[in-house]
């Protein structure tokens, strides 16, 4: 079955301490993994996905396909962090986009 | 650009009606996916409609159901509205064969639907 997890609901963090974001997924094949984030009233965004090897506003995610997983972390956690996070996978671009149930995440200034 | 409109914001409508939602894809955009999130949970895929016909269709009932237009944009009907059917519905659009593998799917606001 096409499923993505996110174990945690809600994660508090200080400001300027690391997060980490987890997520894992089950999928057979190799599928494309996204970070979407929402920020208060704004849309759903494209945060990063892992073929880009990308870091943007400091967060980074790796694809780790033994563990299935593919965690998002930012060293250093700003107030503007503050969001809805949801890991999310694909197949293609004609292909559905599978949600997982997202964490909250705020940063205590 | 816009980007993704949806219409309306908000709506409200009784147990047994039926209803319509309307999105307008972000411009150069051909392919629409549309989604329901209910509250305190991610977007869960409807259906995806391309050349105004239905691609891909995800675990809902055929009370649901869709429409593409030529000029891409798209409406979602649902039909004998359950309470459960409350949620937040969110149209995304991308470029289908866009040439590269990754893709980005680009959100609307949502239509907030409540059934009493």
């Known amino acids: 079955a096409q499923r993505v997890t996110q174990p945690e609901k809600l994660l508090s963090v200080f400001k300027g301490a690391p997060v980490e974001l987890k997520c894992n997924y089950s999928?057979?094949?190799?599928?494309?993994l996204f970070w979407y984030v929402q920020y208060s009233r704004q849309r759903l965004q494209l945060l990063l996905r892992?073929?880009s090897r990308e870091s943007i506003k400091g967060f980074t995610a790796d694809l780790n396909k033994g563990e299935t997983s593919f965690h998002l972390k930012k060293p250093f956690a700003q107030e503007e962090d503050s969001a809805m996070y949801y890991c999310a996978l694909g197949k293609t671009s004609y292909d559905k986009v599978i949600f997982g149930p997202g964490t909250s995440l705020s940063v205590i200034p | 650009d816009a980007g993704v409109t949806q219409s309306p914001t908000h709506l409200i409508k009784t147990r047994g009606q039926q209803v319509t939602l309307r999105c307008s894809p972000k411009?150069?955009?051909?392919?629409v996916s549309w989604y329901q999130q209910a509250l305190g949970q991610g977007p869960q895929f409807i259906f995806q409609?391309?050349?105004?016909?239905?691609?891909q269709r995800g675990n809902f009932p055929d009370r649901f159901s869709g429409h593409q237009f030529p000029n891409y944009s798209s409406e979602l009907n649902v039909n004998a509205l359950l309470l459960g059917d409350s949620a937040l519905y969110l149209c995304?659009?991308?470029?289908?064969?866009?040439?590269?593998?990754?893709?980005?799917?680009?959100f609307g606001p949502g239509t907030r639907l409540t059934v009493t």
């Open positions: 411009s150069g955009h051909d392919t």
């Open positions: 892992h073929i």
């Open positions: 999928y057979s094949g190799s599928p494309e």
């Open positions: 995304a659009s991308t470029q289908l064969f866009s040439g590269t593998r990754s893709y980005e799917q680009y």
């Open positions: 409609y391309y050349e105004e016909e239905e691609r």
